[in-house]
């Protein structure tokens, strides 16, 4: 088993197989969508041809929803997936939110909740696509003030209710949408159905992986996330590598990786992010280049899908740093294709 082209392939990352940006988020269960401007490339590098515009159409047309979900942090999810991922990743999300008030010393009483997320959802119903200005100065007309922290939080706990998700696609400044004018309200799954269809996609999408990879990536519980592998019966095996227990579909993609490709992935990409242990792509000594112990995720460069650099997303010019190799001119195809997404 060669770990690092199997990610490559199954992960959409060479030889894609889909031409729709909503196709690839399905296929992925969940994108991490942390930095607003680069969560388009995420999707649309696993793509056959790149295109900000087709992510912009999907994003607009709601087949691709962001909200605060697993672990309690940004992602983006298919409108096909919405309900499924809420029902199963919210309880967890906003237990893991309530948390990091409680550590900020923020408590918000449950009348608070109710009567702030009235008028969230009614300023997004009203503007369509509404920014967090709209709901300041919303507020400010009910004689509501707080904070950016405390507002924060509220937004966060509306998307994880269901009532808010993401709206229109801006350049720069995420908006909000009222759910029910954005997604198709869906027969609720079952429980152990839900988890089945959420492990299926997670292995699918990110073969080989560990339990401990799917815990992580999921904010489940173990119990949980066992539960989901074993209701995927004899789909799934156990493969053994360097003395880890690897798991992979009966149809993981093996075919289609071709030596000397480079990438130029965004942060918080789910290569990395989508991994409890990331040693198998990201050499150990260099952890540091790719990520901190806060969560912080910086732009990387691979090679035959191994971390080796990093570049610089936002320059007119490529900028690119390598800390295994010197690779500066090998590389201008895969910016190339870069730039090009940014024009399509």
Known sequence: MNPVSIR???QQLVAPQYAHPADVVS???AIQAQEYRMMRWAVEMRTRRPSSKAFKQAFDSGQIIRLHLMRGTWQLVSSEDYWMMLGLCAPKAMAVTKGW????????????????RDILAQTAADKGSATKEDFVHA????????????LSYHIRMAEMSGTLCSGDLLPMKATY?????KVKLKTKMDRDEALMVFAHKYFRSRQPAT???????????????????ALLGDYIHVEKWKGREFYVTDDCRTRGFRKGRYLMIPPYDEYLIG????????????????????GIFQPIITHDGIVCGNWSPFKDELQAEFFIGNHETSIQKEWSRYKKFLLR
């Not at 409680?102 to 702030?116: A, G, L, Q, Y």
């Not at 949408?177 to 004018?181: E, I, K, M, Q």
């Not at 990331?278 to 280049?289: A, G, N, T």
């Open 8 to 10: 490559l392939l199954n």
């Open 27 to 29: 296929h992925m269960g």
């Open 101 to 116: 008030m409680s550590s900020n010393k923020i408590v918000i009483p449950d009348d608070e909740v109710m009567r702030i």
């Open 139 to 150: 507020l400010a007309e009910k004689d509501v003030l707080m904070d950016n922290h405390r």
């Open 177 to 181: 949408a009222l759910t029910a004018d």
């Open 211 to 229: 339990l401990e990879d799917f815990v992580w990536w999921s904010g489940l519980n173990i119990s949980d996330c066992r539960r989901g592998i």
């Open 275 to 294: 991994y409890k242990s990331r040693d198998i792509v990201l050499p150990p000594e260099f952890r540091h280049k790719a990520h901190n112990n806060s």
